[in-house]
């Protein structure tokens, strides 16, 4: 087994994740398998119980693992499935070592960071990397570990003694350090700064750690008595210091490696014979296809956590792969949802008009999922303007709970009607606590992990976007359920409950049969969604808010929607225009970018 890690310097939110992810595409394009371990140095057991405002989204895995959303990038990027153990925090790595002082597995031994921390945080990356997560028999040729931080936090100082001694261990030739610094350019002087690099170099020297590759993050490409520079103050070669310079779109990082013979420095590091000139086309034509789509598709992504978008990253990305497949340029319009409740028109009138002018402008409607009562109001009442409306909504989790909500107010009249979770007392609880959840215990208690959801409406939308399969494995995240005792009210008075669980009492997927799209999904689809390969659930709201449902409700073309070639008359806020791009030629798989436009 081969180690590739990945440290970062000076300032946090550099982009490891991302040069991480590149990386294992990179070596992936050279024929070699590969896995990823995120280490996160804090002391939570994993992501679950953090606000997203501290980390971002909490991404979900297979195994019912909440993980950081780094792992989400991993998954994406390298089309892999991973697993809880691929995410290592301080609090399970503690955790597991309690444990085993408290069977007396170190019966006689003082329990200690060295060697007892440092020596289970290498067995653990060990037994990891030998996790298949391609669907392949047999361990990875490479794991790609990315230590989360800063370079000097605290924090961090175990997992570094522990990876120094991990480089010894696996020995030469076995192990590369990537270690992504910052070189800023002053705008008083306009010239690139090493010192910071420099320093941190140097702290990462007088940790135990010497980088073999320099990554630098730059406004543009570093000028070459800059690398220089570098070189001979960080012994590092010459040729082992590479530019990540802002780019369009992080597609585009791959390439940008491949351009300066990364996979040729990393080969001989870590001493691959044999590797085979990588062949990145098709992420160069997905990048450039992104940049020349000019018909936009406007969506609202209407959530409590909006101001910060990695809130929402899975969402985000999902829109997007579904968007490119339509050939269209996502907006996203990011909607408060308190600024849409009467309390805000009060205090705060011009967010008030502000957020239902951006709502009343779009082509498609997204709320998704979330916990706590803020911003519910007001989520109930963007579903109930696009019910309404005809417009195209898709609800998550909490989206498709405050769409049942909605539902059962404004068309069973029961205006009481809310959930439990944040209204215990009422008189008509649409959605409730499951019964298996833990009241007590918040970390790891939901309804967790990929499950079935049986279609139960064969000639459903949603059954239709799935390719007409009998069931399909999607993740959850979730305590509460719509009540099974109020399913059969609201059937009768309209909604379609097309997907059940597989004992037939827990609602999976809500339509409305007489809207042009109205669906609600119990899962989260945005964590399965690929590049190459989009969720069926956002290809069919982007799908519809274009005016092109009917052609990706065709089962052969469920899960890639192509446009045929050439200019086409295409629906943008309900009006009938011709296409601005003709692009030839494009292949299936499109979707590699990240060009969103959001305001």
């Known amino acids: 087994m081969k180690y590739v890690l990945v440290t970062g310097g000076v300032v946090s939110g550099l982009g490891k994740g991302v040069t991480a992810s590149s990386i294992g595409v990179l070596l992936k394009a050279c024929g070699l398998r590969v896995t990823s371990i995120k280490i996160d140095p804090y002391l939570n057991t994993d992501a679950g119980t953090m606000s997203p405002f501290e980390h971002g989204e909490v991404f979900v895995l297979d195994d019912g693992g909440e993980v950081d959303l780094d792992l989400g990038n991993y998954e994406r990027f390298l089309d892999i499935k991973l697993t809880r153990d691929n995410n290592i925090t301080t609090g399970k790595i503690y955790q597991h070592v309690i444990a085993k002082e408290r069977k007396g597995d170190y019966l006689g031994k003082t329990v200690q960071v060295v060697p007892h921390i440092t020596d289970a945080i290498q067995e653990w990356i060990e037994r990891v990397a030998a996790i298949p997560v391609d669907g392949e028999e047999g361990p990875a040729d490479v794991c790609v570990i990315e230590l989360g931080g800063t370079i000097g936090d605290i924090e961090s100082a175990p997992f570094i003694e522990a990876l120094g001694q991990f480089s010894y261990r696996v020995g030469p030739g076995n192990f590369c350090l990537v270690h992504v610094s910052l070189v800023p350019v002053l705008n008083v002087v306009g010239e690139?700064?090493?010192?910071?690099?420099?320093?941190?170099?140097?702290?990462?020297?007088?940790?135990?750690?010497?980088?073999?590759?320099?990554?630098?993050?730059?406004?543009?490409?570093?000028?070459?008595?800059?690398?220089?520079?570098?070189?001979?103050?960080?012994?590092?070669?010459?040729?082992?210091?590479?530019?990540?310079?802002?780019?369009?779109n992080i597609w585009h990082i791959p390439r940008l490696l491949k351009d300066q013979k990364a996979h040729l420095v990393i080969s001989k590091v870590l001493n691959l014979a044999s590797v085979k000139e990588p062949s990145l086309e098709e992420w160069t034509s997905r990048a450039e296809l992104c940049a020349n789509l000019h018909v936009p598709v406007r969506i609202a992504v209407v959530g409590k956590y909006t101001s910060l978008s990695d809130a929402y990253l899975s969402i985000l990305k999902a829109l997007l792969h579904a968007s490119v497949a339509c050939r269209k340029k996502l907006v996203v319009d990011w909607v408060p949802a308190c600024d849409l409740e009467k309390e805000t028109q009060k205090e705060n009138p011009n967010a008030y008009k502000a957020a239902w002018k951006l709502l009343k402008g779009v082509d498609g409607v997204l709320v998704p999922g979330g916990f706590g009562d803020r911003g519910v109001e007001g989520k109930i009442l963007a579903a109930k303007y696009a019910r309404e409306n005809k417009i195209p909504f898709l609800g998550i989790c909490l989206g498709m709970q405050v769409a049942v909500i909605e539902f059962a107010r404004s068309v069973l009249c029961l205006h009481d009607a809310n959930s439990t979770e944040f209204k215990p007392e009422t008189k008509h609880p649409c959605i409730i606590f499951m019964p298996e959840g833990s009241r007590t215990h918040m970390g790891g208690t939901m309804r967790l992990g990929s499950r079935k959801s049986i279609f139960t409406v064969k000639d459903s939308k949603s059954a239709k976007l799935y390719g007409n399969k009998t069931f399909v494995d999607e993740r959850h995240r979730h305590r509460y359920e719509v009540n099974p005792d109020m399913v059969e009210r609201l059937e009768k008075a309209g909604l379609s409950f097309a997907a059940k669980d597989e004992t037939g009492k827990r609602m999976e997927i809500v339509e409305l049969p007489s809207h042009p799209f109205f669906i609600g999904a119990q899962f989260h689809p945005e964590y399965k969604s690929r590049p190459g390969k989009a969720s069926p659930l956002f290809l069919g709201l982007i799908a519809a808010s274009c005016g092109e449902l009917d052609s990706v409700m065709n089962p052969a073309s469920a899960h890639q929607h192509l446009i045929s070639n050439g200019p086409k008359n295409v629906f943008v806020n309900g009006t009938s225009k011709k296409a601005s791009n003709g692009l030839a030629d494009v292949r299936q798989n499109n979707g590699y970018c990240n060009g969103l436009y959001t305001r």
């Open 192 to 248: 690139q700064k090493t010192k910071p690099t420099q320093h941190s170099v140097r702290g990462l020297r007088g940790l135990g750690l010497i980088p073999d590759i320099l990554a630098c993050r730059s406004t543009k490409a570093l000028e070459e008595n800059v690398k220089e520079k570098l070189a001979q103050f960080c012994h590092v070669p010459l040729e082992n210091i590479f530019t990540l310079y802002d780019v369009p």
